[in-house]
């Protein structure tokens, strides 16, 4: 017997209805109990009491049920729609617990519709993706894999390595045949082709990436150059404190927004100098770390200030973080809004406080961010699926340098194969599952 579970459906808080579902082979006879139905014949809906223990009313409302297998978990579901108050969800969900349900896993019923087969991993990944999501774009992307269009392009490259192995094996299974199946030109040509085809996932899988988790934008400089102003114009608000008086900033700041679909993390630095002020001084030790974990710096100086070199920023050599250089105050001077290419870093010219050169600045991030949020066909991805992507190439890149070695050649297939596997789920490990089943909110 499936063990029965249950949760709050609908986001913490208050509201006018709260969602308390039940899944699990004694999903029915628990919400019958719950509204005092007989236990004849289940309405698909209706209007329903529910009770306590005591037979004390708790509230009203509706009960819904979904047979299995036509539910979304594949099993025998049961939603109790209440008013939403966290007290009503609590007593029902007690009340259901008492009745032999136990309280979901984080993911958990998401979970169980994967291993009944009603989505795989990537539309189950989808599902928290559009829950999170901070933009229409993200929404619509995450929308495109819920409704399989990224496992759709996983099955079909499946079904090409199928068929070209299938060639493949057939050479290695016959050697003593006169006709040397490795030298058709067939071969070569569809493994090209799904090398080709891998090749154009990466790519729009990458724009997934961006879209699901963005980057993270690290603003810093000298004191006084306007970081915090371009903070709250980017971020649409006053997030950091303005002022003429140098090292206002001392801690880190974080925003989270989105220019044109693209999700941006931003984070405002204090102001590098060499200090005396204990406070500063952690301030800057801070700004240092963030430095090196930043996926673009833009760096912003003075227009006065002295010819900018990538060793201001202070990092190891390993440490080599894409740069944008933002020469702010040009207001001051009679210099033009402009983008300069430098060997080591693009420069940017600009005006916070007239509001110049800023849509050059926003065009400049998302080209070192690699995002085209014109691209229509983009699906909701995560980096698993990029490293995953990424080594299915490298498997048949491997595999196209035996082309005439039949052994070689068929290892290296079968092995891409098997990679492609985990991004559906169709193989993947226990431990994975875990990880992605926990980062979902209890009662999806």
């Known amino acids: 017997m499936i063990d029965t579970i249950t949760a709050i459906a609908t986001p913490p808080g208050r509201g006018g209805v709260g969602i308390v579902r039940i899944s699990g082979s004694q999903a029915f006879s628990i919400a019958q109990t719950i509204c005092h139905f007989s236990n004849t014949k289940t309405p698909d809906v209706a209007r329903a009491v529910f009770y306590d223990a005591q037979r004390s ?11 299995n297998p036509r539910s979304f ?9 209440a008013h939403g108050s966290p007290m009503v969800l609590d007593q029902l969900i007690a009340r259901a617990i008492d009745l032999g ?9 998401t979970e169980r519709a994967f291993l009944n087969h009603k989505i795989d991993l990537t539309q189950a990944e989808a599902i928290a993706d559009l829950i999170s999501a901070s933009s229409i774009q993200a929404a619509r992307a995450a929308t495109r894999s819920l409704q399989g269009e990224f496992s759709k392009k996983i099955e079909v490259l499946q079904e090409m390595l199928t068929t070209l192995r299938m060639h493949v094996e057939a050479a290695i299974d016959f050697p003593e045949e006169e006709i040397d199946f490795l030298a058709d030109p067939k071969i070569e040509t569809s493994l090209k082709e799904i090398i080709y085809q891998v090749e154009q996932i990466k790519n729009t899988v990458k724009q997934g990436v961006l879209l699901q988790s963005g980057i993270n934008v690290v603003i810093a400089g000298k004191p006084n150059v306007g970081k915090s102003s371009l903070l709250n114009y980017l971020s649409g608000k006053s997030s950091a404190i303005v002022t003429d008086i140098p090292g206002t900033t001392r801690d880190i700041l974080r925003e989270s927004i989105q220019i044109d679909g693209l999700p941006l993390h931003i984070i405002d630095t204090a102001g590098l100098r060499e200090t005396k002020d204990i406070v500063e001084q952690e301030g800057v030790r801070r700004t240092k770390a963030q430095l090196s974990q930043a996926d673009v710096v833009l760096w912003m100086r003075d227009i006065n200030d002295d010819v900018f070199t990538l060793d ?9 973080p894409p740069v944008i250089l933002i020469t702010n105050k040009i207001d001051l001077t009679n210099k033009s809004p402009a983008v300069i290419a430098h060997p080591d870093f693009t420069e940017v010219c600009i005006s916070v406080t007239k509001s110049l050169g800023l849509d050059l600045l926003k065009k400049k991030i998302h080209q070192f961010a690699g995002f085209h949020s014109e691209e229509q066909d983009i699906f909701i991805a995560r980096r698993r699926h990029v490293d995953t992507i990424l080594r299915a190439h490298q498997q048949l890149i491997q595999a196209q340098q035996h082309l005439r070695q039949g052994e070689l050649l068929a290892e290296g297939l079968r092995q891409a194969q098997l990679v492609l596997s985990e991004i559906t789920g169709e193989l993947t490990s226990d431990d994975l599952l875990g990880k992605i089943f926990s980062e979902f909110c209890i009662g999806k």
């Open 73 to 81: 978990t594949g099993e025998d579901v049961a939603e109790l729609q």
């Open 57 to 67: 009313i708790i509230d009203d409302g509706l009960v819904l049920f979904f047979k």
């Open 101 to 109: 349900a136990r309280l979901a896993r984080p993911g958990e019923f």
């Open 312 to 320: 201001q920023l202070g990092l190891n050599a390993e440490i080599k």
